[in-house]
Nanobody, 118 residues
């Protein structure tokens, strides 16, 4: 079992920046690929950034160049640095962990709200 707790959400003006953090507890954090998802009201959850066990990063087209995902295995944390935010980035953001190399994510945090005002 892995427990995930997100923090860092809030209200920010368009063009601003925000940093989300996710603290993990439980089994060996370094064994998991990590992802940040977001969910807009009435829409499906979408993957915006992921980082593999080896540190390879991937981003959705909608955030590429603006968001940066990073992990600290010693501290068991994964972060999402978000810059140049726009109102379309408003969503609930979730941290997730995946045990396999590919496939579905197994563990989820409770989510943190990010609101970008115009």
């Amino acid at each position: 079992q892995v427990q995930l707790v997100e923090s860092g959400g809030g209200l920010v003006q368009a063009g601003g920046s925000l940093r989300l953090s996710c603290a993990a507890s439980g089994r060996t954090f370094s064994n998991y690929a990590m992802g940040w998802f977001r969910q807009h009201p009435g829409k499906e959850r979408e993957l915006v950034a992921s980082i593999s066990r080896g540190g390879n990063r991937d981003y959705s087209d909608s955030v590429k160049g603006r968001f940066t995902i990073s992990r600290d295995n010693a501290k068991k944390t994964v972060s999402l640095q978000m810059s140049s935010l726009n109102p379309e980035d408003t969503a609930v953001y979730y941290c997730a962990a995946r045990a396999g190399v590919i496939g579905r994510y197994d563990y989820w945090g409770q989510g943190t709200q990010v609101t970008v005002s115009s």
